[in-house]
């Protein structure tokens, strides 16, 4: 974590210009993940899988394939809890 670091904004080369970070890890629930992202696939756009997008304008979160079949796993796990939680309630 570097405090008060600035970053580039980076362009694509006609799609417009973006801040791009470089992704350390993800946690889900008070779950870190330890995601090994060397192997992720990467993306078309960034050409890495451990860079990400920050933009305040959308909701929408794009992950490399094996990297969000983890995190879904882990949600699902805490979806199921919740759910037969309120079963027995």
């Excluded at 993800?26 to 992720?40: D, E, K, M, P, T």
């Amino acid at each position: 974590h570097r405090r008060g670091s600035r970053e580039p904004m980076a362009s694509d080369g006609g799609e417009g210009s973006f801040y791009v970070l470089i992704l350390t890890n993800i946690s889900v629930g008070n779950s870190r993940l330890n995601i090994q992202f060397a192997g992720a696939q990467t993306t078309a756009l960034l050409g890495d899988a451990r860079s990400i997008i920050i933009d305040s304008g959308t909701s929408l979160t794009f992950l490399a394939k094996d990297v969000y079949g983890q995190v879904q796993m882990h949600a699902n796990v805490i979806t199921e809890r919740f759910y037969l939680l309120s079963k027995i309630a």
